[in-house]
Every structure is written in C-alpha cells, then in structure tokens.
C-alpha cells in the first residue's frame, strides 16, 4: 500500500523542540522530492520544507534557522526537526510527496495538490503553548 504516515506532533511550550518524523511506504522513497506542509488557524496552508532527490532543502522564511529537513532513505523516512518553537508554529504539519518533474521542480500551493503532489499523509497535529 501506498502511503505516508506522519507521527512526533505534541504539544510543547515556547522555545521547546520537537522532531517530526513521515515513514513512507510502497514507492520507491529515494527518487521522490519529500516535502512538509502546514495548516495553520484560519485554514491557511504554508510550505514548509521540503528535500529534493537532488540533496537540496527550502525553508519558509518563517522557520528559516529553527527548522531542519532531513531523511533517512534506509528507513524511507523523512524529518523535520523543530527548534526554538513559536506559537506561530501551532499547525497541523502534513508529510507529502512529489515527483521531480512535476510543476517544473516547484512545489505546489496546498490547493492544487491533487494535480502536482504524489501523496500526502493524514497529518499531525503541533501546539505550541507560551
């Protein structure tokens, strides 16, 4: 089965960290561009991070320097480790999936995921309290 499956969201205090991990299964991992999105309060969706099968990560301006992306592709999982966390940061995170190739290399808005994004996973949910 194809599938991406989310887990690490808690809820934590200002200036804490947690680690968000998205195991994936049935496709072949290494050759897939894996990304993190967010669903923050008033259904906004922001991009998060993302890691190309090429080696090279994005990061929001709004987590730049406080998140890192990585994955582990023996494990088929991706990472995204969260410092120094905001209550900005209070969103549901979701773990997605894309081809290289699609949408020229980009990632998509959140909207238009069913026509770029492979998959995506259920998603988990990152309270952060002050």
């Known amino acids: 089965e194809v599938q991406l499956v989310e887990s690490g969201g808690a809820s934590v205090q200002a200036g804490g960290s947690l680690r968000l991990s998205c195991t994936a299964s049935g496709f072949t991992f290494e050759d897939s561009d894996m990304g993190w999105y967010r669903q923050l309060k008033g259904n906004e969706y922001e991009l998060v991070s993302t890691?190309?099968?090429?080696?090279?990560?994005y990061y929001a301006d709004s987590v730049k320097g406080r998140f890192t992306i990585s994955q582990d592709n023996a494990k088929t999982t991706v990472y995204l480790q969260m410092n120094s966390l905001k209550s900005e940061d209070t969103a549901v995170y979701y773990c997605?999936?894309?081809?290289?190739?699609?949408?020229?290399?980009?990632?998509?808005?959140?909207?238009?995921?069913?026509?770029?994004?492979?998959?995506w996973g259920q998603g988990t949910l990152v309270t952060v309290s002050s």
């Open positions: 997605a999936s894309k081809n290289p190739h699609a949408y020229g290399g980009r990632w998509p808005d959140w909207g238009d995921r069913y026509r770029y994004l492979e998959r």
């Open positions: 890691s190309s099968s090429d080696g090279s990560t």
